[in-house]
C-alpha cells in the first residue's frame, strides 16, 4: 500500500495545463472584444465571462485546481490583455508622440477590463464549476 505524499497525479496536472490557457483565452477574447467596440464591459459579457469559469471550473475539477487556475487565468488575461491593447505602440503605428498615450492607455483599460469584477465573476465561477464537477463526478 503506498503512502499518500499529498502530491497531485500527473493527468490532474495535465489538465489544468490545458484548462488555464483556455480559460484565459476565453475572459482575454470576450474583454477584448468589448474593449474594441465600447469603453466597459456590459452585464452580457460578465455573463459570458461567468458561463466560460463555471465550465473552466468543472473541468479543473477539484477546488484546489480551480484556485490554481484562477490565479494563473487572471494574471495570463492581464498580460493578454495589455499586449493587445498596447500592440500598435510596439510595432510602431502610433508614431512616437502618441507612444506614451497609448501604452498608458493600455495599461488603464487592462487593469479596468479585469478588476474587480471580472476578478471576482472568475473567482465565483471557478468556485462553483469545480463544485459541479465534485458533485456530479465530471471525471
Given at each position: 500500500m503506498a503512502a499518500d505524499t499529498g502530491q497531485k497525479d500527473m493527468p490532474e496536472r495535465k489538465r489544468l495545463l490545458l484548462?488555464?490557457?483556455g480559460?484565459?483565452?476565453?475572459?482575454?477574447?470576450i474583454a477584448l472584444a468589448r474593449l474594441f467596440t465600447a469603453p466597459t464591459l456590459r452585464i452580457e459579457d460578465f455573463a459570458l465571462i461567468f458561463a466560460s469559469s463555471i465550465l473552466a471550473g468543472s473541468l479543473a475539477g477539484d477546488l484546489e485546481n480551480a484556485m490554481i487556475g484562477f490565479i494563473?487565468?487572471?494574471?495570463?488575461s492581464t498580460i493578454i490583455i495589455g499586449l493587445v491593447l498596447v500592440s500598435p505602440a510596439i510595432l510602431g503605428l502610433t508614431g512616437p508622440l502618441y507612444e506614451q498615450v497609448a501604452e498608458r492607455e493600455a495599461a488603464i483599460?487592462?487593469?479596468?477590463a479585469i478588476f474587480p469584477f471580472t476578478l471576482v465573476l472568475v473567482l465565483a465561477g471557478g468556485i462553483v464549476g469545480s463544485g459541479l464537477a465534485e458533485?456530479?463526478?465530471f471525471d
Open positions: 484548462v488555464v490557457p480559460w484565459a483565452s476565453l475572459v482575454s477574447s494563473s487565468t487572471l494574471i495570463l483599460g487592462a487593469f479596468q458533485r456530479f463526478a
